[in-house]
């Protein structure tokens, strides 16, 4: 993604780019990136210089994206599936009843829905209407944009969907697509666009424009600032190398790197996380903390900053996201599993010994909870809700009763 948002910046201004082409494959990314790297085409869109989008298969992602482009292009039998949004819940509650699991799950935050997976056997009304809501912000926006790129009406945009078009020949003489052409066509187009050989496109590819400098086009400014990328889930500590996950023990030292750099005038951390464990993003929150009180730090959020990824990010002096990132999530979910029954099934017998009063409070996972430790489970989660809550209330300097606005609910927009 860099690498894409890079080449295209430096290509709007580099006079020997005449334009570029594109092939979309289908995308493996959010919506909140695939709206960023819409953007970058659009500005090299607006160097008036060609751009061209070529597509096998395409969905709403693929064909979003393919929008910014001055041409849209299909192989004349390309499947392009335009049919609208979906969103799923998946509910784990009696699969676990059945094979003997109990979850005991303390949740706070009635649209902190990550605990309803394993205690619920259908979708709770909050949950229901936080992603029906999450959905109409990415339809609405689906509808506006891709109106206004091809020159249509939002109704008839919402027609194209509704009606299931299967049909190139359809797309392309009702306006959605500029043109169906094979590949061996695009590039016979190429050559005379480029200016190049007879036989033959002048080109450069994507690894070997990355190489250019950014210098070269004036581009780079006086200062130096620093991004830090910071993507996954949440952990205290890797499951080893590549494990694709946010820790303390390899982001802290780079945070502290950085304040320590004089030639860093500022930072931009970039977060990509759903969230995580809870004490893994406060002793990150508090790095930063100290980073964004010696220079000037910024979270630029990616697809997805809910929840402990929310956290990291409101240390800094400012937030900026895209307007489908799906960030917040103020809240806190935690539990554990009672298998009793299911040891029982299975002949598997379990004894603990232990001294003091909860020693077995979360090693027991044999029985349920006493009343006393399920008292102390909710205190102790509600204590951690508090400490979330009210640190990102201090963060946004806002009222703390702002902060329980429909409390654990993730937003988009």
């Not at 060609?50 to 395409?58: D, L, P, R, W």
């Not at 997976?117 to 509808?143: N, P, T, V």
């Not at 496109?201 to 250019?212: D, E, I, N, P």
């Not at 539990?335 to 909860?358: D, I, M």
């Amino acid at each position: 993604m860099p690498q894409l948002t890079d080449a295209l910046e430096k290509a709007a201004v580099d006079p020997r780019v005449k334009g570029i082409a594109v092939e979309i494959n289908p995308l493996a990314i959010g919506w909140a990136k695939v709206q960023e790297l819409r953007r970058y085409v659009k500005l090299f869109r607006d160097s008036g210089k060609f751009s061209i989008a070529y597509m096998k298969t395409a969905g709403e992602k693929e064909y979003y994206l393919a929008s910014a482009f001055q041409e849209v292009v299909v192989a004349p039998t390309g499947n392009v599936r335009l049919a609208g949004f979906s969103v799923a819940g998946t509910f784990l509650r009696g699969v676990l009843d059945k094979v003997g699991v109990e979850p005991q799950v303390q949740r706070i935050g009635a649209y902190k829905s990550a605990g309803d997976q394993l205690l619920r056997r259908d979708m709770s009304d909050a949950q229901r209407e936080q992603l029906g809501e999450l959905l109409d912000d990415i339809y609405e926006h689906f509808l506006d944009t891709v109106a206004e790129a091809r020159g249509k009406t939002r109704e008839e945009v919402a027609g194209l969907l509704d009606r299931g078009v299967y049909d190139n020949e359809v797309l392309l003489a009702e306006g959605w697509l500029d043109s169906l052409k094979y590949e061996d066509e695009i590039t016979d187009d190429l050559k005379k666009r480029t200016g190049g050989k007879e036989d033959e496109v002048a080109k450069v590819g994507l690894s070997r424009y990355s190489k250019v400098s950014r210098g070269a086009f004036g581009l780079n400014g006086k200062k130096r600032i620093a991004v830090l990328r910071a993507g996954g889930a949440i952990v205290g500590k890797a499951s080893g190398v590549g494990s694709g996950s946010i820790t303390p023990e390899a982001i802290i030292p780079k945070l502290r790197a950085l304040a320590k750099d004089k030639k860093i005038a500022g930072v931009v951390l970039r977060v990509d996380s759903p969230g995580g464990d809870a004490l893994a993003s406060d002793l990150m929150w508090r790095e930063i903390q100290q980073l964004a009180a010696k220079k000037p730090v910024v979270a630029c959020m990616g697809d997805v900053a809910a929840s402990g990824g929310y956290y990291m990010s409101m240390a800094a002096q400012a937030i900026v996201a895209q307007p489908l990132t799906i960030t917040g999530s103020i809240g806190v979910v935690t539990g554990k599993f009672n298998l009793a029954e299911l040891y029982e099934r299975v002949g598997y017998a379990k004894t603990l010994l232990s001294r003091g009063k909860f020693a077995e409070f979360l090693a027991a996972d044999n029985r349920s909870f006493n009343e006393e430790e399920a008292s102390l489970f909710e205190e102790s989660a509600q204590f951690a809700y508090r400490s979330f809550r009210d640190k990102a209330a201090a963060s946004r300097k806002m009222p703390v009763s702002d902060m329980q606005v429909r409390p654990g609910a993730a937003w988009c927009r």
